[in-house]
């Protein structure tokens, strides 16, 4: 297990390289695959051995070999994020992958690789979303929506090689009862709410539900938990009050991420937190006098 989550681990720095290359490029229509990176000071070409994730950063302690210009620290933040968070994911998907394959089963440890691929996916798309939107304050259609087609072409097969078609079932309804409560919220608040959140709710519920009902609703709540308190930290650090604008795009990505690896313990704090409201108290029975 230790060898693949190391792998997976080492393919998730470079994702986060390439996620850093789309944060930059995608919202300024350039492609993302040419030319080469470069210096944006000096413009000198990133050499191929300067361009290896986490550790070229640490090598060059953060500088253009060239100009020696300053690497934005946010660059290896993201690829070690990345790094971390695919290994997070593949301790928890990848273990039953592992073990189907392992007795023999190939239909079913591929339809629990394909599962664990599209959570790989959904972090890459979901990083690059986030740091779009905290740039920009935009969540493109390209991505939002291709996390959606990825997610329902990924759970679908899934489905098919696993027999699992209540699971997707409650995965599409989740998609559709998410994507309804954001439209919802913006209909009724459009300032405070975007059209991007709306389009990028149907993924996250898609790949929630796929989990669990207490996952979707764990992620959900989670959101607008971080986004209260995120809000809340922007607001006092910029002094501009309830005037601050909040992407709310990371929030969502971040609430999904906690619903997707502990949807059933936030579930079951939510409900700890909650139960006095639920709990009928114990009639009060007077002690009997002692003769």
Not at 16 to 32: C, H, I, K, M, T
Not at 251 to 261: E, F, H, R, T, V
């Amino acid at each position: 297990m230790m060898p693949m989550l190391l792998t997976v681990g080492l393919l998730g720095g470079a994702i986060g390289s390439f996620v850093n290359v789309v944060a930059y490029r995608l919202p300024r229509s350039e492609s993302v695959v040419a030319p080469r990176s470069a210096c944006p000071a000096c413009g000198h070409r990133i050499r191929a051995w300067h361009n290896i994730p986490i550790l070229s950063w640490l090598l060059l302690m953060g500088r253009c070999h060239d100009c020696y210009h300053p690497i934005p620290f946010r660059y290896l933040l993201v690829e070690l994020l990345t790094a971390a968070l695919f290994g997070l994911f593949a301790w928890q998907l990848g273990v039953p992958a592992a073990q189907y394959l392992a007795q023999g089963d190939v239909l079913a440890g591929s339809g629990h690789t394909i599962v664990l691929l599209a959570h790989l996916a959904l972090i890459g798309i979901g990083m690059a979303l986030a740091l779009i939107d905290l740039d920009t304050h935009r969540l493109p259609n390209a991505l939002t929506l291709g996390l959606l087609i990825t997610g329902a072409a990924s759970f679908t097969l899934a489905a098919g090689l696993l027999g699992q078609w209540g699971q997707l079932g409650r995965a599409a309804l989740g998609a559709l009862l998410l994507f309804l409560l954001y439209l919802c919220l913006w209909l009724i608040a459009p300032r405070g709410m975007g059209a991007g959140d709306v389009k990028l709710a149907p993924g996250l519920g898609l790949f929630l539900a796929w989990h669990s009902w207490g996952a979707l609703a764990a992620g959900a709540i989670a959101a607008f938990a971080i986004g209260t308190v995120f809000g809340l930290v922007r607001a006092a650090a910029t002094g501009e009050g309830r005037r601050t604008r909040i992407p709310f795009g990371p929030s969502m990505l971040a609430g999904a991420a906690l619903g997707i690896l502990c949807g059933g313990a936030l579930t079951g704090w939510y409900l700890d937190v909650f139960s006095l409201a639920s709990h009928t108290p114990t009639p009060f029975t007077p002690l009997e006098d002692t003769p």
